[in-house]
């Protein structure tokens, strides 16, 4: 009976992994940005989110962690064979745009929080740059897996805080479990905010990346049960660190009437003299290691991603003549964000929740798509979708296509009044 | 035969409107389909998309006119498409999907297939020159619809062509019914050298990975396998069943298939083991039995043996029979009756001596060995001290039980960078 149990957990140790670091990189500046002014703003009052999004998550990455391990190929290839060239290619341009928005935040992110220690923008960022570059380019998969790995658990950084800022406790789990009275709903910005805090947990690069990762690492059919745990645990993880934010920032910043935030440093400078400086410190900690980690994740995903599903050669373990574009776009989008973010004056703050935006517009695309592969018999075999899973992904594709569609006109009207 | 330079491309002449010989419109181009096997590269038909369904014509029998319209010259060869014909349809099956370059020694995706229309008997017959896996396929792809189709060619054709001739595209079939009436068995892919259809298998998919694996030859498949890389060679086995894997294992050398039996969960090797001859069985069932990283898991039983007393020509009838690869044999070892290692003659020497000279007389004064239980890092030492070629491996006893080749040390060497 122990060595049954033994075998199980060795073997879920050994494919885990690319769910878990992929729900971790969701949190990333732009995530925790948006979960920071949850709570700011609102208290404890929009906590019952948290469970439904989990869900919606574990359904989403499901989907696409078993089409990796029953088909052996990417989700953009899978685009490529089965919708064609044009269709792929479209979705490829819109990838790269949303993507780059993305990596804005994630550099805006590092400058925000090594700002907190008095590091200037323009030596903070530049030097990450080089590293997050030389990270991916030099590393090889299974040490920088494990790097990340590590850099997952340091989330903890943001339980501790919650923690340490003594919330009420039986307010905030009441808070999760009950939906919030009619009266909340009426309170200006609240609908907004549900929004922006559901588009921000599911992004379509996510998906592309996740079955890429699962691919990469090779998992067979006999061992899916174990990655399933792995998507599973990795959505749990990151949605109750998000909860953590959310409570922090409620305990400190709401209970003392500090409603706004502008930038996700200011989250932690004002929680210095509420909760204490390890709160303080914490906090920065775990916003450098959410902007860090994301920083070297998503700009070479988006360029496997591309090279992938357009046909060029890709991969860091060919040197730059045998894979030119792959290597050229990688660096692209790593020296245009640090350019950008160095822009005296830049606008991040905004510039993060569009970026959220467009996140928002492609995802119902990729979502549609997805359903549409995962249900063909012959691609999936026994395991097309249930009848039952089907229902829930379509309704979850639904309601997130109408939660975007009201982000996007949010933004616009928005930026038309100003 | 007259060649037009600039072909028609499948991207171009897909949906193309085709017309009865009194210009009404017939239906419109769907697909083409193209032989395979004997009569690769041989357009079978164009297929048509009518009202009254899908049907099939001869590329003979239909002409092209100068407005970009195709026109039938008659409709009596126009037949109903039946699901069982052994042609392959170039937009369903080989637009956008892998493919193998023989020639490049890679995978690649198809963009774009280039046509070409020949003269035959009197008749314009059609053909597949090459398939295109650059920049102007995916051009014209990208541009399609909008603009008129003559302006997207030509805009295309500035941008690099990457094309493959057809002579060199494998076709890779994941069904195996399907392959066996499409008669592809990738006689070219087999011709390559094992190490690069390894990097080719490398590439794919995994159904596409055990269709190309099942197709080739148990030799080919053998050799190809032992150049897989170990993670890889694991899944490979992992998908297919074990009377297979048995026929190819057979043909491994057999250090090569204990180190791959080993990787395997005990129930998996033993069931493949049952399914093996029983004498390659037993070869790989004393190698499993050395730890992995010791000289014995390192070695292979394959190697030339004679007796002290033999001669040269003895010797050369000694490499005549054997059953290994002759390629990677460098010296002759020399055993007495107890099997005992007496001596070592290298290859080059035994060249150049006379049939009658005894081989005890061309031996190495001092030879190396080393013993079966030695550590992988001290055989790496010997061959770097005596700049070997190989190393015979003898047991406690003095007995030569293996030979352990430079490129098997190379393979631990590199693992280790």
């Excluded at chain 1, 996740?210 to 174990?226: D, T």
């Excluded at chain 1, 979502?367 to 979708?385: A, E, W, Y």
């Excluded at chain 2, 330079?5 to 897909?14: A, D, E, I, K, Q």
């Excluded at chain 2, 007995?399 to 631990?412: M, P, Q, S």
Aim: hydrophobic share 50%; net charge negative.
């Amino acid at each position: 009976m122990l060595k049954r149990w033994r075998t199980r957990i060795f073997l879920f140790l050994a494919v885990l992994g690319p769910g878990f670091i992929t729900a971790n990189v969701d949190n990333d500046p732009n995530g925790i940005l948006t979960y920071s002014q949850s709570g700011a703003q609102f208290g404890y009052s929009l906590l019952w989110t948290i469970i439904p999004i989990t869900l919606a998550l574990i359904i989403v990455q499901e989907m696409c962690a078993r089409m990796g391990v029953v088909t052996g190929k990417g989700l953009s290839d899978l685009i490529r064979e089965e919708f064609g060239l044009r269709i792929t290619f479209i979705i490829m341009v819109l990838l790269v745009i949303v993507n780059f928005g993305n990596v804005i935040g994630e550099f805006a992110g590092i400058a925000g929080s090594l700002q907190l220690f008095h590091l200037s923008k323009y030596i903070s960022v530049p030097i990450c740059a080089v590293l997050v570059w030389l990270l991916a380019v030099r590393g090889d998969y299974k040490t920088v897996e494990k790097i990340f790995l590590t850099a997952s658990v340091f989330y903890i950084a943001y339980i501790i805080t919650g923690v340490l800022s003594e919330p009420s406790w039986h307010t905030a789990i009441v808070a999760t479990i009950k939906l919030p009275p009619r009266a909340s709903w009426g309170q200006q910005g609240y609908v907004f905010m549900v929004v922006s805090v559901i588009g921000t947990t599911i992004a379509p690069w996510m998906q592309f990346y996740l079955q890429s990762s699962i691919v990469e690492k090779g998992v067979s059919i006999r061992k899916y049960a174990a990655t399933r745990l792995d998507v599973i645990v990795g959505s749990i993880f990151t949605d109750v660190v998000a909860w953590f934010i959310i409570v922090a920032c409620a305990a400190t910043l709401w209970a003392h009437g500090m409603g706004n935030i502008a930038m996700p440093a200011d989250a932690a400078e004002a929680m210095k003299p509420l909760a204490g400086s390890y709160a303080f410190l914490l906090f920065a900690f775990g916003l450098f290691n959410a902007s860090f980690f994301a920083a070297s994740v998503l700009p070479l995903s988006t360029a496997y991603t591309v090279c992938e599903g357009l046909g060029f050669e890709s991969g860091v373990d060919k040197n730059f003549k045998q894979a030119p574009f792959f290597y050229w776009l990688y660096t692209l989008l790593i020296a245009g964000g640090v350019a950008v973010v160095l822009i005296p004056d830049f606008p991040l703050v905004q510039f993060s929740i569009f970026s959220q935006a467009l996140n928002g517009i492609l995802l119902p695309i990729v979502i549609v798509f997805m359903l549409l592969l995962i249900n063909r018999k012959d691609l999936m075999g026994t395991h097309v979708n249930s009848h039952w899973f089907n229902a829930a992904a379509w309704l979850t594709a639904v309601i997130v296509t109408i939660l975007s569609g009201i982000l996007m006109f949010q933004q616009i009207a928005n930026a038309w009044k100003h | 035969m007259n060649e037009k330079r600039n072909g028609p491309s499948l991207t171009l002449l897909l949906g193309t409107p085709v017309t009865e010989p009194h210009g009404s419109l017939f239906g419109r181009l769907k697909d083409i389909a193209v032989a395979t096997g004997a009569d690769a590269g041989k357009i079978a038909g164009l297929v048509l998309k009518t009202k009254k369904g899908l049907k099939l014509v001869p590329a003979t029998e239909v002409m092209s006119t100068p407005s970009g319209v195709l026109e039938l010259r008659s409709t009596e060869m126009v037949q109903p498409l039946r699901n069982d014909e052994n042609f392959i349809l170039l937009k369903q099956d080989l637009l956008d999907r892998q493919i193998i370059d023989v020639h490049g020694r890679k995978v690649v995706r198809v963009n774009d297939v280039d046509l070409q229309w020949f003269s035959r008997d009197e008749k314009q017959d059609l053909r597949v020159r090459e398939v295109e896996v650059g920049l102007r396929g995916a051009v014209r792809r990208l541009l399609l619809g909008t603009m008129p189709r003559h302006v997207v060619d030509r805009v295309a054709r500035q941008f690099p062509a990457r094309v493959i001739p057809w002579e060199f595209v494998d076709v890779i079939e994941v069904d195996p019914a399907r392959r066996v009436k499409l008669k592809i068995e990738h006689e070219r892919l087999a011709q390559l050298h094992p190490s690069d259809i390894a990097d080719i298998l490398e590439e794919l998919a995994p159904a596409e990975r055990g269709a190309i694996l099942t197709a080739l030859d148990e030799e080919v498949a053998a050799e190809t396998l032992e150049e897989v890389e170990p993670k890889l060679q694991k899944a490979m086995v992992e998908s297919l069943d074990s009377e297979t894997i048995a026929g190819i294992v057979e043909e491994m050398d057999p250090g090569a298939a204990a180190d791959l039996l080993a990787e395997l969960p005990e129930e998996r090797s033993e069931a493949i083991l049952e399914e093996m001859h029983p004498e390659e069985r037993q070869e790989v069932e004393d190698l499993l039995e050395f730890r992995e990283d010791s000289a014995a898991g390192r070695m292979t039983p394959a190697f030339v043996q004679v007796s002290v007393e033999a001669t040269v020509a003895d010797g050369v009838e000694a490499l005549r029979a054997f059953e290994g690869d002759p390629e990677t044999i460098t010296e002759v070892y020399l055993v007495d009756e107890r099997k005992i290692l007496k001596g070592v003659v290298p290859l080059g020497r035994m060249i150049l001596a006379k049939p009658e000279t005894r081989l005890e007389v061309l031996t190495e004064s001092r030879f190396i060995s080393c013993q079966a239980d030695a550590h992988q890092n001290s055989v790496a030492e010997l061959f770097d001290k005596y700049n070997l070629r190989a190393l015979p491996v003898v047991n406690e006893d003095g007995r030569l039980v293996g030979i352990i080749e430079a490129d098997h040390v190379i393979a631990f060497l590199r693992d280790k960078i």
